[in-house]
């Protein structure tokens, strides 16, 4: 075995490192060299390289490959959430395929906003167009919406906003504004349905200002999707959406939705 | 190309584009970046997963979780702080080892792991390999190595095991287990001294 004595000052036994990382110290141990590390703050370099080895050590492993598939799933995924954060789900294409083409759509918004405006926009923006006549949906109001959204897509200047879900009954999704069109787009999923009497309600925010933009519900399934006249809120940098009673003139309620830009 | 994650440097893998640059692009939306980290290290992550959840599909399963969670947040991991590679291994490990746990209902795994926290570490020696160095000198090293010292540090971190339960398995008093793991750590880190000078 290599001399490795050197490596640490007399006073601690290197041992009890080791022992610090594969975390097998008893209290006082850890007290012992928790202090060490906090009167000689270079250590903590020893810790990192005893960590190393265990870093490494699944790169020996035998050489099984994952299959192909794989990595094309994961892209497929990733570019769905691209819009949304939610847990990651196997890509299903009957039920609920039209909003899944909106988010996915929606989501080549951001890249667009973010100035990834490119081949794989066109391209994926075709294969949604495609997936909604696959589905033979072409006549029904949820194409309608579709085709409204999609239009807004490609508008230079687009802001979007990613929204959170901020306490366990909201939902999810993003708000894409369109100055150009003065319009902007919330598209909302796993929206909890609300009581009658109240709805939910969108603020745009800027500076210490908060202004009323528009009221909705959930449809049966929890979706939102509704275009919003862009009034005086064009360069609001955060946006929340509280629960209001229908007849609340300020943002009273609780916070059930927000993001920022 | 049979086994991309094995065959490149760091900096030069499918791409020239280091790991920095690709996550820059990540960062801005570019799914393309997503397939490019895939393509460098998610064999690597796929036979971590399936090493420890020792079944095809909940390893497949689990590199899908562990790309997308990259992907979903990537602020939590900072370029500065360590080695890509080393990052996915890290919370590979952690997410397999959570996942036993929920399964087997045992306690909470992520107490008995130690010190080794899921978070890694600049390390610029390390970055300045390629993953085919990197292996083969952790291969060598572990050849170098004790056969009962290298089976208790592995079923410390691939089972997620105590050293108590390793003690209890192998039938062997704990001060054994403890002694071999730390030696064998040791002696595993004295190999690896050139990579973190």
Redesign the interface.
């Known amino acids: ?2 001399d ?1 004595a050197p490596l640490f000052p007399p006073e601690l036994n ?2 009890l490192l ?7 110290l008893t209290p006082a141990e850890i007290k012992i060299v928790e202090a060490y590390l906090i009167a000689h703050p270079e250590q903590q ?1 020893e ?21 192909p598939s ?2 094309t ?3 497929q ?3 769905e ?2 819009l949304i ?1 939610q847990p ?1 789900t196997p890509l299903k294409v009957k039920s609920g395929r039209i909003w899944r083409s909106i988010f996915a759509g929606l989501g080549l918004t ?2 667009a906003g ?3 405006h490119n081949y ?1 926009l066109s391209h994926e923006l075709a294969k949604v167009k495609q997936d909604l006549k696959t589905a033979k949906i072409t006549q029904n109001q949820e194409d309608t919406k579709y085709q409204s959204v999609v239009s807004l897509l490609p508008q230079p200047n687009n802001r979007y906003f990613s929204l959170k879900n901020m306490q366990g009954k909201g939902g999810m999704g993003s708000l894409v504004m369109v100055p150009n069109k003065s319009v902007a787009v919330l598209v909302l999923q796993n929206v909890a349905p609300l009581p009658p009497g109240q709805v939910y309600r969108m603020w745009a925010i800027t500076g210490d200002e908060e202004m009323e933009c528009a009221d909705f519900a959930p449809d049966p399934e929890g979706r939102v999707l509704k275009q919003i006249p862009i009034k005086s809120w064009a360069a609001a940098k955060k946006i929340t959406i509280t629960i209001e009673q229908k007849e609340a003139t300020e943002p009273e309620g609780e916070i059930a939705i927000e993001g920022e830009i | 190309m ?2 991309p994650v094995f065959s490149g440097s760091f900096k030069s893998m499918l791409t020239d584009e280091s790991d920095l640059q690709v996550l820059t692009a990540l960062r ?5 970046a ?2 490019i980290i ?2 460098r290290y ?3 992550v ?3 997963a ?2 420890i959840m020792a079944n095809t599909t909940e ?2 399963d689990l ?3 562990v ?2 969670a990259f ?2 947040g990537m602020e939590k991991y900072d370029v500065d702080q360590g080695t890509l590679v ?1 990052f996915l ?2 919370i590979t ?1 952690s997410r397999a080892l959570n996942r036993i746990k929920q399964q087997s209902s045992q306690h909470n795994l992520s107490q ?5 926290l899921p978070i ?2 600049s ?1 610029p020696g ?1 970055e300045a390999a390629t ?1 085919t160095e ?2 083969e ?3 060598f ?2 050849k170098e190595l004790p056969d009962n010292q290298k089976q208790v ?2 079923m ?3 089972q997620g095991k ?2 108590s339960e390793i003690a209890q398995e192998l039938d062997l008093p704990l001060g054994t287990v ?2 071999r ?3 064998g ?9 050139d ?2 000078d």
Not at chain 1, 18 to 24: E, K, Q, R
Not at chain 1, 47 to 59: A, G
Not at chain 2, 112 to 116: E, I, K, L, S
Request: glycine content about 6%.
């Open positions: 075995m290599p490795i290197p041992e080791a022992g610090y990382v594969l975390g097998d370099a810790i990192h390289s005893l960590m190393l080895p265990l870093d490494l050590l699944s790169l020996t492993l035998p050489a099984d490959n994952p299959p794989l990595r799933q994961i892209l995924s990733a570019a959430q691209a954060s990651v951001l890249m973010l100035g990834w794989q | 049979l086994f801005q939306g570019d799914t393309n997503l397939g895939y393509d998610g064999t690597a796929y036979r971590l399936l090493k390893a497949e590199t899908q979780e790309f997308l992907w979903r080393i291994l890290t490990r008995r792991v130690g010190n080794y890694a570490h390390n390390i993953l990197l292996r000198r952790m291969s090293a572990l540090l592995e410390g971190y691939y105590s050293q403890k002694t793991s730390r030696q750590l040791l002696k595993l880190r004295q190999f690896l001294q990579l973190v």
